[in-house]
């Protein structure tokens, strides 16, 4: 009798043993089929791109000033009550970003060269523009701080894309521009100077520029 009991108990443990066995097993498969299927899945992502050419032009872009600036940028926004301009206390969403760029002044048309006498020559800039800005290198754009107030679950997120295409507006460009002109004028002076004197050493240059 106490080997039949000890016979069944053995079968039952050893039935624990063989069952647990079968979860591991199971266990194990299914985490080997997720991890190929998710790998199977990775390997067969596929991106398209289009590109489309919306203009060329010939241009005689002469850069006289690199600019390079550092601006932070902090905007906020909130949700305002229905129908009114009362602000939701606690509404508030910030964002705090850092651009890194070399704004480009010169001239973006050609220039006249008029010969006023001998070795007298007389150059007649176009206007100064901005040309154009270039993002640097190493830290183009950093998003420093992302935060909001309790209720601000209510306030849309913070489109950091547009503000980032904001911090280059032509018209802050023009700020630039004007604030840097004396500068630009000189660069301007020296280097069509420079130009022309490599084709006559004894030529006294004028530099006049538009406004």
């Known amino acids: ?3 039949i009991k000890r016979f069944f108990k053995t079968k039952i443990l050893l ?4 069952g647990i066995g079968l979860i591991a ?3 194990l498969v299914l985490g ?3 991890s190929f299927s998710k790998a199977n899945s990775e390997s067969n ?3 398209n791109t289009y590109s489309t ?14 600019v390079g600036i550092q601006k932070v940028k902090t905007i906020k926004d909130n949700t305002k009550l229905f129908g009114t301009k009362f602000v939701i206390p606690g509404s508030e969403k910030r964002a705090i970003i850092i651009l890194n760029y070399t704004a480009k002044f010169g001239i973006k048309k050609g ?3 008029s010969k006023e006498g001998e070795h007298n020559y007389l150059v007649t800039l176009s206007k100064f523009e901005s040309i154009g800005v270039e993002l640097d290198k190493d830290k183009p754009y950093k998003l420093y701080d992302t935060s909001g107030e309790i209720l601000s679950y209510s306030t849309k997120d913070i489109d950091t894309g547009k503000a980032v295409a904001e911090g280059f507006s032509n018209k802050e460009q023009e700020s630039y521009l004007n604030e840097h002109r004396s500068i630009i004028e000189e660069s301007a002076e020296k280097y069509y100077t420079s130009l022309i004197k490599s084709i006559d050493s004894e030529a006294t240059v004028t530099v006049q520029s538009k406004k």
């Not at 039935?15 to 063989?18: G, M, P």
């Not at 050419?53 to 690199?66: A, G, T």
């Open 1 to 3: 009798m106490k080997l």
């Open 15 to 18: 039935w624990k043993v063989v």
């Open 25 to 27: 097993l199971l266990g």
């Open 32 to 34: 080997l089929y997720i």
């Open 45 to 47: 992502q596929t991106t």
């Open 53 to 66: 050419i919306k203009k060329i032009e010939k241009v005689q872009e002469v850069v006289l000033l690199n």
């Open 111 to 113: 220039v006249s060269i």
